[in-house]
């Protein structure tokens, strides 16, 4: 019998209608996963390719029965289904959702590591994220919690995002 696993998920995307492509993120996930606590968004400078639009980041906990492969394999085909294309690494994108967390697993893959290799040094990640798990700890050695690592990267130009009418 295959266990509950409580999994952690950022969404980005910083072309199109950026606010309505992790809206539509979210309405596809139901698919897969329980959605059960999601952070604010935040506007966040570009990262790797500076040269690019700034970015809305998200992060949601979430519920699923399905493998950390299975996950990957559905939220690749998300990402497809929303308009992604293969594209530059670190460039512009229609909607990027990476796998961050997946219960006290680690995973290590050709195409697939969990805990993500860079998410400790992402602050665009790591502000979303320990909003909603500031306690959380990954597995592995080191057990500061996501509060506790945030400290100490540089948060500038990191801003909850509010959608300007009119």
Request: hydrophobic share 35%.
């Amino acid at each position: 019998m295959k266990n509950i696993e409580t999994v952690y998920l950022a969404l980005g995307t910083n072309l199109g209608n950026r606010s309505e492509n992790l809206v539509k993120a979210c309405a596809e996930l139901k698919n897969f996963v329980q959605i059960e606590r999601v952070s604010h968004i935040y506007e966040t400078p570009p990262w790797g390719i500076t040269d690019q639009p700034k970015f809305l980041n998200q992060v949601l906990e979430v519920t699923t029965l399905l493998s950390p492969q299975d996950l990957l394999k559905a939220v690749k085909e998300i990402e497809v289904k929303l308009g992604r294309v293969p594209a530059e690494r670190y460039g512009p994108r229609l909607i990027d959702i990476d796998l961050l967390v997946y219960g006290c697993h680690e995973v290590s893959s050709p195409n697939l590591t969990i805990p993500h290799p860079r998410l400790t040094e992402r602050a665009f990640v790591m502000v979303p994220l320990a909003e909603i798990a500031p306690d959380l700890t990954l597995p592995g050695e080191d057990q500061r919690t996501i509060a506790e690592r945030l400290q100490s990267l540089d948060q500038h130009g990191i801003r909850v995002y509010t959608e300007k009418h009119g």
